[in-house]
């Protein structure tokens, strides 16, 4: 069963990213050419997505974090709604990779007075996604496979998962997550 999301609320979520985006790359007095240099992504490409002409993929938005020092997750709750302690999941904020399908819900989004946040992830089937870099080393994750097949790199070692197991660890370098040519994957992931 997939995650459904209400294209409205897509476009909302994707003009609120293009909003924090520019504000962070103008808070810091980078130029779209500077920030392009250290993030990898193209001028053209940041100037798109700053006007939200285009959506990011997780990889791209990955590389920017990157370059700003903060986690996907950081960036997503500059976007999202003020901490509440009950989040019911009609309000779980989902975003969608329009490159792949990769589906994330903040289950329970980060907070500032939270350390942790749980993440609702799914994989279609023959994708994979790669991180460059992390955006604060030794960030620590705990990821429960729920269905499917999904085999996770981490600094260079790769981990084959199966429903029900859980790979803990801190994340320092790149990584990557595929799913096998005929089998999707969704995974809860636990952000410390």
């Known amino acids: 069963m997939g995650i459904q999301t209400d294209s409205a609320e897509e476009t909302s979520i994707d ?28 001028r053209a490409t940041l100037s798109r997505l700053e006007n939200a002409e285009v959506s990011g993929t997780a990889s791209m938005l990955g590389k920017l974090c990157s370059a700003y020092g903060l986690p996907m997750s950081r960036l997503m709750r500059m976007v999202e709604s003020d901490f509440a302690p009950v989040v019911r999941r009609d309000a779980q904020p989902v975003w969608i990779d329009p490159g792949n399908g990769f589906h994330r819900r903040s289950v329970s ?73 005929r089998l999707a994957a969704r995974y809860l992931l636990f952000v410390v």
């Open 15 to 42: 003009r609120l990213i293009a909003q924090r985006l520019r504000e962070l790359r103008t808070e810091r007095g980078w130029s779209l050419g500077e920030l392009a240099s250290r993030s990898g992504v193209s």
């Open 109 to 181: 989004p980060p907070a500032q007075t939270l350390a942790g946040e749980t993440l609702e992830c799914s994989l279609p089937a023959g994708t994979q996604i790669t991180y460059d870099a992390t955006p604060r080393p030794g960030l620590e994750h705990h990821l429960v496979l729920i269905e499917g097949r999904l085999a996770v790199t981490v600094d260079g070692q790769t981990h084959e998962l199966r429903p029900g197991d859980c790979l803990r660890y801190q994340l320092f370098g790149a990584s990557a997550f595929v799913t096998p040519p």
